[in-house]
T-cell receptor, first 116, second 113 residues
Framework: DQQVKQNSPSLSVQEGRISILNCDYT??????FLWYKKYPAEGPTFLIS?????DKNEDGRFTVFLNKSAKHLSLHIVPSQPGDSAVYFC???????????????FGKGTHLIIQP | DVKVTQSSRYLVKRTGEKVFLECVQD?????MFWYRQDPGLGLRLIYF???????EKGDIPEGYSVSREKKERFSLILESASTNQTSMYLC????????????FGQGTRLTVV
């Protein structure tokens, strides 16, 4: 059973507009959420994260929103640029108090295409 | 900058061969991970290690084993490669408590023929 879901395999957005990528999760033990960006033939790179004690985190053009009651998070990119075209993975983790963690659970990814 | 280096970008191996995928990180990270990425399936965790000589199974460990003899190096082993193990393999590392903010290598595209 998939614990992290990205229901849109692809998303096309015009340059300059806002891109909104969505992610849902089912495991209520998840308390840390991240977005990774991946270009073809490269490893994913960390983009932005949010702890479950917050509902918003902003970094430049990127903002992540977390709605714990709905078990939903979203990534907003504004304004969208051609270099933002990539696959975006939502990921979640349980951050134990002992400092260990058993890896990330990823969604299947959303391919964002920014059109000129 | 954290650097996670995977020994090969592309590999082609024959069915039944024993395959070693090597990963080295230079930031003294305790945690290391192996994922595979497949179209429509995202990234799935194969094995991880939180210390030298320690290993834990991830979500899809069947057909794989790992070795962590030194802190900086984490090897993924395919004992007898099969065509369904054709995939992009990604290694990652992180600090304890920061396992979520993992740094990834560039990936190894393995084709088993």
């Amino acid at each position: 059973d998939q614990q992290v879901k990205q229901n849109s395999p692809s998303l096309s957005v015009q340059e300059g507009r806002i891109s909104i990528l969505n992610c849902d999760y089912t495991n209520s033990m998840f308390d840390y959420f991240l977005w990774y960006k991946k270009y073809p033939a490269e490893g994913p790179t960390f983009l932005i994260s949010i702890s479950s004690i917050k509902d918003k985190n902003e970094d430049g053009r990127f903002t992540v929103f977390l709605n714990k009651s709905a078990k939903h998070l979203s990534l907003h990119i504004v304004p969208s640029q051609p270099g933002d075209s990539a696959v975006y993975f939502c990921a979640a983790a349980e951050m134990y108090s002992g400092g260990g963690a058993d890896g990330l659970t990823f969604g299947k990814g959303t391919h964002l295409i920014i059109q000129p | 900058d954290v650097k996670v280096t995977q020994s090969s970008r592309y590999l082609v191996k024959r069915t039944g061969e024993k395959v070693f995928l090597e990963c080295v990180q230079d930031m003294d990270h305790e945690n290391m991970f192996w994922y595979r990425q497949d179209p429509g399936l995202g990234l799935r965790l194969i094995y991880f290690s939180y210390d030298v000589k320690m290993k834990e199974k991830g979500d899809i460990p069947e057909g794989y084993s790992v070795s962590r003899e030194k802190k900086e190096r984490f090897s993924l082993i395919l004992e007898s490669a099969s065509t369904n193990q054709t995939s992009m393999y990604l290694c990652a590392s992180s600090l304890p408590g920061k396992a979520a903010e993992a740094f990834f290598g560039q990936g190894t595209r393995l084709t088993v023929v």
